[in-house]
T-cell receptor, first 114, second 110 residues
Framework: EPEVTQTPSHQVTQMGQEVILRCVPI?????FYWYRQILGQKVEFLVS????????KSEIFDDQFSVERPDGSNFTLKIRSTKLEDSAMYFC????????????FGSGTRLTVV | KQEVTQIPAALSVPEGENLVLNCSFT??????LQWFRQDPGKGLTSLLL?????REQTSGRLNASLDKSSGRSTLYIAASQPGDSATYLC?????????FGDGTTLTVKP
């Protein structure tokens, strides 16, 4: 069964550094998403991406964050100047369409900011 | 703003018992609703997807229902097994994003 692949599985970074989280969505999917889950809290929507541009974003997704699809397979989340409170599990997801299709999630990247 | 609530927060049952997990949402304008399973420290595994026009979906021992007008969904697990122990998340999808509940943490004792 097709999978969404995320790398790395765990990243530790120093406060103030920039990190890039990588995802390979399912190949025939057209919509891509990032979510995060702070330990013990709900899974929260960050951003959706379609046709090489952001289609929706939450209030969490401020200027510190950016997304990119640099080639035909990768989808990245960049976090600039990381803060302690950015420590969370970051999930990438993809879907074929926006209305009728469910989302397939990756296994996540655990980001620890120290 | 969509709010999703799951009850109970935690549930512990003996093996073999049938059980029901509940999910409620405040805005009935949804495209679909998805139930996920999450093991500790792991990703989200999709269990069932119900479209807004559907009333229920079944997969093996799992059955999910949806009453969009009242903002409710239930996940029924038949003949529970220790391997079913996990956190079960409900997510409602609309306009390109999912809103998740806090989850129900299920423990099935052998």
């Amino acid at each position: 069964e097709p999978e969404v692949t995320q790398t790395p599985s765990h990243q530790v970074t120093q406060m103030g550094q920039e990190v890039i989280l990588r995802c390979v969505p399912i190949s025939n999917h057209l919509y891509f998403y990032w979510y995060r889950q702070i330990l013990g809290q709900k899974v929260e929507f960050l951003v959706s991406f379609y046709n090489n541009e952001i289609s929706e974003k939450s209030e969490i997704f401020d200027d510190q964050f950016s997304v990119e699809r640099p080639d035909g397979s990768n989808f990245t989340l960049k976090i600039r100047s990381t803060k302690l409170e950015d420590s969370a599990m970051y999930f990438c997801a993809s879907s074929v369409g926006r209305e009728l299709d469910g989302y397939t999630f990756g296994s996540g990247t655990r980001l620890t900011v120290v | 703003k969509q709010e999703v609530t799951q009850i109970p927060a935690a549930l512990s049952v003996p093996e073999g018992e049938n059980l029901v997990l509940n999910c409620s949402f405040t805005d009935s304008a949804i495209y679909n609703l998805q139930w996920f399973r999450q093991d500790p420290g792991k990703g989200l595994t999709s269990l069932l997807l119900i479209q807004s026009s559907q009333r229920e979906q079944t997969s093996g021992r799992l059955n999910a229902s949806l009453d969009k007008s009242s903002g409710r969904s239930t996940l029924y697990i038949a003949a529970s097994q220790p391997g079913d122990s996990a956190t079960y998340l409900c997510a409602v999808n609309y306009a390109g994003k999912s809103t998740f509940g806090d989850g129900t943490t299920l423990t099935v004792k052998p």
